[in-house]
């Protein structure tokens, strides 16, 4: 008997739940959930119903919290320059009425097979991904989203995301 998403060389697989397409989203979600994680930051998700403002969530920082919007894909290489995401007018709309800055985050997975991309081994876990950041809160109204690959999300990125929330509440 053949099980829906199973690999053939998988003695008991589990029943798929998922389509491939809300995998990469949930695998998106915590990819970018471990690197704040690691950098000690809260990561506060929308509900999927209530996701109004075109962001997946807030990072929270002490003075205020950033918001993210999160995309996964395997369409692009992790190497390379840069890649572009269209963006639908009502995100543009959305992100340029805030306040805070708003940042796109794109995981890059470099395996469209979704069971290549975490690798388990004796010295511990891999994971075949990448994730890179813009903020769009500024983006013009009819661009689609640059995300150049120099700004890779590291537990280092969090410190530039807080000083440019800080940003907002100096006066003019």
């Keep these: 008997m053949s099980i829906p ?3 053939p060389d998988d ?3 589990p029943a ?10 949930r695998y998106g979600v915590a990819h970018v959930r471990a690197i704040f994680s690691q950098a000690g ?16 969530g807030d990072v929270d920082f002490l003075a205020a919290a950033a918001r993210i919007q999160i995309k996964c894909t395997s369409q692009f ?45 004796g010295a511990g876990t891999d994971h075949r991904a990448a994730a890179f950041w813009t903020r769009v809160d500024r983006i013009g109204p009819k661009e689609n989203v640059a995300v150049p690959k ?3 999300l590291t537990v280092a990125t ?3 995301w807080e000083r440019e929330v800080e940003e ?3 006066p003019m």
């Design 5 to 7: 998403g199973a690999r």
């Design 158 to 160: 969090l410190a530039d």
């Design 77 to 121: 290489t992790i190497s390379g320059r840069g890649a572009t995401w269209p963006a639908e007018v009502h995100w543009r709309d959305r992100w340029n009425a805030a306040k805070i800055p708003v940042y796109f985050v794109l995981v890059i997975l470099d395996r469209s097979d979704r069971h290549e991309w975490i690798s388990h081994h």
């Design 41 to 56: 930051f809260p990561f506060k998700e929308t509900s999927p119903d209530e996701d109004a403002m075109a962001v997946d």
């Design 11 to 13: 003695t008991h697989p």
């Design 150 to 152: 120099s700004q890779r």
């Design 168 to 170: 907002c509440f100096l």
């Design 16 to 25: 798929t739940v998922l389509g491939d397409k809300a995998c990469k989203a």
